[in-house]
């Protein structure tokens, strides 16, 4: 009952994020055949991610203004049009104003999405709802690595594939009959007051975007670098992305029994270690180890980002939480927009192996970090924690499918409109 509420929804999310997986991994293949240097492949793929954050900002007015399926209708289509442009104009400036564009589309395409699950959810399904839609991202995403090999990534075809991907994504939305839920205003604390009440909450989202930006924009760069063929970068992405999913769950999990710093500072120890290893037998060639330990490192870098939400919920009101939210998927796409241009300059001095170097670095100082915070207060008595949740990095509207706000809303059918606030209840303030 509740995946056909929502299958529609679903499927749309699905194929936005297969194309955008197959997108990501294809530009930064193409940037290196047509010979940009890695700093410039840097500032491409740094774009998308400055354009997710601009879209995260802006998009949310485009939508207020024409409404929920318009501003789809028109998101989607610029994706697939933006998808074929690659083509016709192969230049690094070119290239860097698409990629911010997809980022600005995918962002209110997320919004869009979000905002009709969060429409369709209660009290009793908002967390169901929300898993599925992560499985969903993530799977849709990690399988979108494994068409790479469909096709020379130098020729048209593969841009083809994802074009007619992202119009297919605006069918199961166009052809709903339910009526679209309003948008609230934004509303999102500052900066400082997050980092005032969690420090470690927001330094682990923007290192965080660090980590996972950098390796969805160099990863592919690394491992053409290294001598993997193309079906063997497919095979590196799915694996870094596939194990960031299967491990969120348990890592997550043994974070509500432990204080959340140590989880983190062992997650973080962890990672930069395995980077290190990937480094050292990224030099030696010993390519089938170093795929072993690239779906190791996703299984530790990917949940970095929601072991940090979980941290400084900890520490908020639960009325604070979707406001909350906002900032920290700003933190963790300023991040993620640096993430590419650092790492690209370590590959430049150093080589391919330059990315899991800078990787072991930012991933170490977290590590610091963490160690520092746990000597400067104390932690919430574990059995006041509120329960670990899997949170994509997708908008600040995806906060409201997060049951540790524990909405107030009725049951509610197809089409309903806005939650109430949070109870202030359900999560003891200790800010």
Not at 17 to 37: C, H, K, W
Not at 79 to 108: E, I, K, Y
Request: charged share 10%.
């Amino acid at each position: 009952m509740i995946v056909s509420s929502v299958a529609s929804l679903l499927l749309g999310m699905a194929l936005l994020m297969l194309a955008n997986g197959l997108l990501g991994t294809l530009i930064s293949l193409r940037t290196a055949i047509d010979g940009f240097p890695a700093p410039v492949t840097g500032l491409v793929m740094s774009s998308y991610f400055a354009g997710l954050v601009l879209g995260s900002l802006f998009c949310r007015g485009i939508i207020r203004r024409v409404g929920h399926i318009r501003a789809f209708s028109a998101l989607a289509s610029l994706l697939s049009a933006t998808a074929l442009a690659h083509v016709f104009l192969v230049s690094a400036p070119a290239w860097a104003l698409f990629r911010g564009l997809t980022g600005f589309c995918l962002a209110g395409l997320y919004m869009v999405t979000e905002s009709w699950l969060n429409a369709r959810a209660n009290n009793q399904t908002r967390g169901q709802i929300l898993a599925l839609y992560m499985a969903t991202a993530y799977l849709a995403m990690g399988a979108g690595q494994f068409l790479l090999p469909l096709a020379d990534p130098s020729s048209f075809t593969l841009f083809g594939v994802v074009s007619v991907l992202f119009s297919l994504a605006l069918v199961p939305v166009a052809l709903t009959r339910s009526s679209a839920p309003q948008l609230e205003r934004p509303s999102r604390l500052s900066f400082r007051r997050l980092y005032e009440i969690s420090p470690l909450g927001v330094v682990g989202c923007l290192a965080s975007g660090l980590v996972t930006g950098a390796i969805y924009g160099m990863a592919p760069i690394f491992g053409r670098g290294i001598g993997l063929s193309i079906s063997g970068v497919s095979v590196l992405m799915g694996t870094l992305i596939l194990g960031g999913l299967v491990a969120q769950w348990p890592i997550g999990r043994l974070s509500d029994h432990f204080d959340r710093r140590s989880v983190i500072t062992f997650v973080a120890c962890a990672a930069a270690l395995v980077a290190g290893a990937v480094a050292l037998l990224a030099e030696v060639h010993d390519a089938r180890l170093v795929l072993a330990l690239a779906g190791l490192f996703g299984a530790l870098g990917f949940p970095i980002y929601s072991l940090s939400v979980a941290h400084a919920n900890d520490f908020l009101e639960a009325d604070d939480l979707v406001e909350a939210s906002g900032g920290m998927i700003i933190a963790y796409g300023i991040g993620a927009a640096l993430g590419p241009i650092a790492a690209a300059g370590f590959m430049g001095r150093i080589g391919p192996a330059g990315l899991f170097v800078f990787e072991a670095i930012i991933a170490g100082l977290l590590f610091v970090f963490a160690v520092y915070r746990t000597y400067r207060r104390k932690a919430p008595p574990v059995a006041e924690q509120a329960p670990f949740v899997m949170l994509p990095r997708t908008s600040p509207v995806v906060a409201k499918l997060d049951p540790r706000g524990e909405a107030e809303t009725a049951d509610q059918g197809p089409a309903v409109g806005v939650e109430a606030p949070a109870s202030a209840s359900s999560t003891p303030g200790r800010a």
